[in-house]
């Protein structure tokens, strides 16, 4: 990824490169979205002479860490790259890439308000290699991914107070997922994901109404914990094709749940937790516990205690 840097932290510009992130300070070769060579395609130059090749982490806290980089203007960034801390930055124009090294962190940046340029949003950026962790940056409204196919690591999204919707319907392969505390979130689209390599938490989102659609989803390797999301009415995200959680099924503190999807046709899971939703007929929780293969005690306490006839079907 290519950076260009002006007096202040509020404006960064960069252009599409391959692989490994590129970072460059006030070069004016970089403006006009000329593309040069990856690497082992001969030396890295802008009109102001060549790049240095940072083979590390590159935090950006502030102007304070821009200027501590080597004065040559350029830089080839093989590591993760991460924008934590300015409370000033309310964009990052032009900044543009297809795949990062080992992954991206955005954090409370409290004045930033899109994510558009950063290159999210370009088709080609379909792979990342690492972890995507947006977080706290309470005046964004919305992060595109839609184009996100596979993801290595984690993806956490979780305290953007200003986010109302978040696409992840192309998303593939993917480890943990972790979306939480976006006050305004009003909707996910899902994902194409037949496993998710660790845990789906998807808590705390208060008026989250729809998880969208997970109709490829198969296994998740770790736990699934739905919690705390007030507004949240079905769990119709969850269809016949889940059949396997290799830990805990975790559901609670839904305020409006009343229907819990086809979570009664997993084949097994570790352990089964639903209490205090309060808009849930008990029986539909009974079903989850009655219908699937769990070795420990389940935790069922709804709205309506009394006795059901559940069904498997």
Request: glycine share 8%; net charge negative; proline share 3%.
């Amino acid at each position: 990824m290519r950076f260009t840097t002006l007096t202040t932290l509020t404006t960064l510009t960069t252009l599409t490169t391959f692989v490994f992130i590129s970072l460059a300070a006030a070069c004016v070769g970089d403006v006009g979205g000329s593309h040069r060579p990856g690497p082992g395609s001969g030396s890295d130059r802008t009109q102001s002479g060549p790049c240095d090749k940072l083979e590390k982490d590159v935090a950006i806290r502030s102007p304070a860490d821009m200027s501590a980089l080597p004065r040559t203007g350029c830089y080839d960034i093989y590591g993760k790259l991460t924008l934590t801390g300015n409370t000033k930055l309310t964009n990052l124009q032009q900044l543009s890439f297809e795949t990062a090294s080992t992954g991206i962190l955005i954090d409370g940046n409290t004045a930033l308000t899109s994510l558009d340029p950063l290159g999210l949003a370009d088709p080609k950026l379909e792979e990342v290699d690492g972890d995507i962790a947006i977080t706290g940056n309470t005046a964004l409204p919305a992060i595109p991914l839609g184009n996100l196919t596979k993801l290595t690591g984690a993806l956490t999204v979780s305290g953007n107070a200003q986010l109302t919707s978040l696409d992840l319907s192309r998303l593939a392969t993917t480890g943990h997922v972790e979306i939480s505390s976006n006050a305004k979130l009003g909707s996910l689209t899902g994902f194409a994901a037949t496993t998710i390599a660790g845990d789906l938490a998807i808590h705390g989102n208060a008026q989250l109404t729809s998880l969208g659609t997970m109709s490829a989803l198969y296994r998740v390797t770790g736990s699934v914990t739905i919690d705390g999301n007030a507004a949240l009415t079905n769990l119709a995200a969850f269809t016949t094709s889940l059949k396997f959680i290799d830990q805990s099924l975790t559901i609670t503190n839904n305020a409006q749940l009343t229907d819990l999807g086809a979570l009664k046709h997993l084949a097994l899971v570790e352990a089964i937790t639903i209490t205090g939703n309060q808009s849930l007929v008990n029986c539909r929780a009974v079903e989850v516990d009655r219908c699937t293969q769990h070795p420990t005690t389940a935790v069922i306490s709804n709205n309506n205690n009394a006795s059901c006839n559940w069904q498997c079907n």
